[in-house]
């Protein structure tokens, strides 16, 4: 206090908003720092093994080829003036990024059984960018399926948008496709802790979550009930929004943006939820 009365503020009592601030945006991108690293060990796995790739291509070839080409002859599934082939090649896309990141999490048990689990338990390092990590790693091999499935759309005379606006788009929904089911199944990997069971369970998983979706038929013509799982279904939200950036002049029926915050929501969740339960694949 002054000599006139006034009280002097002292230093103790300053905002401490900014450094909070700062703090907050440090421990923030250390984090995402942490989940690019293990990202980037796990996609540099691939180079290892890069024949799984063309071997995952073989399942939207078929789809396309034989299916689509089908279905579009008969004309028996009312898309409106998008043809059919048009119509079921975004939806093939979503379903080979669902079927090589449902069974992502049949990863974390060879790394038990490897040891590689308990030394990541033993670093500093957050379950949770462990767990995004992987994740985003997933979505590398997603793209990896948008090139094949977008040269054999091509090849089958699809119209594609090309805009770098739109391809971006697609990267960016692919990796979060990626993310959504390939974090869902290090959950299933965490709760089963055995290959027999986890492999198991993706199997009955996969076919329910395609066929409960949009995909390849438009919830229009899905029975009342049907309709209502297939809007909690994210694999809808994401062959929403890949519809609307691959198709010229097509549009998202929900909303590129609800599209988008509905696959990043639920990545979220499934990446807390896969975090907490990380450390009991080791017991």
Known sequence: ???????VPHADSADPGPVRREGALRATGEFIRKALVIAELEAR???H??????????????????FG???????????GDLRYLDFMAPGILAQSVLFISIFYGISIIWERDLGIVHKFLVTPTPREAIVLGKG????????????????LAAVLGVKINWSPAALLGVALVVTLGAAVFSTFSLIIACL???????????????????????????????????????????LTYEV??????????QTSAHGLGLDVLVLVGVTGIFVLIAGRLYPRVAT
């Open 1 to 7: 206090m002054t000599h006139d009365g006034h009280v």
């Open 45 to 47: 796995k691939l180079r």
């Open 49 to 66: 093994d890069p024949t799984e790739l063309l071997t995952r291509a073989i399942q939207p070839a078929l789809w396309l080829l034989i």
């Open 69 to 79: 080409q089908v279905f579009t002859q008969i004309r028996a599934i009312p898309t």
């Open 136 to 151: 985003l790693s997933a979505g590398v091999r997603g793209l990896s399926q948008a090139v094949i499935v977008y040269a």
């Open 192 to 234: 089963v802790k055995t290959r027999e069971r986890f492999m198991g369970i993706g199997q009955v998983m996969t076919m329910p979550l395609f066929f409960a979706s949009n995909a390849i038929y438009p919830i229009a013509i899905m029975p009342a009930w049907l309709r209502v799982v297939a809007r909690g279904n994210p």
């Open 240 to 249: 929403d929004a890949l519809r609307a950036l691959m198709l010229p002049g």
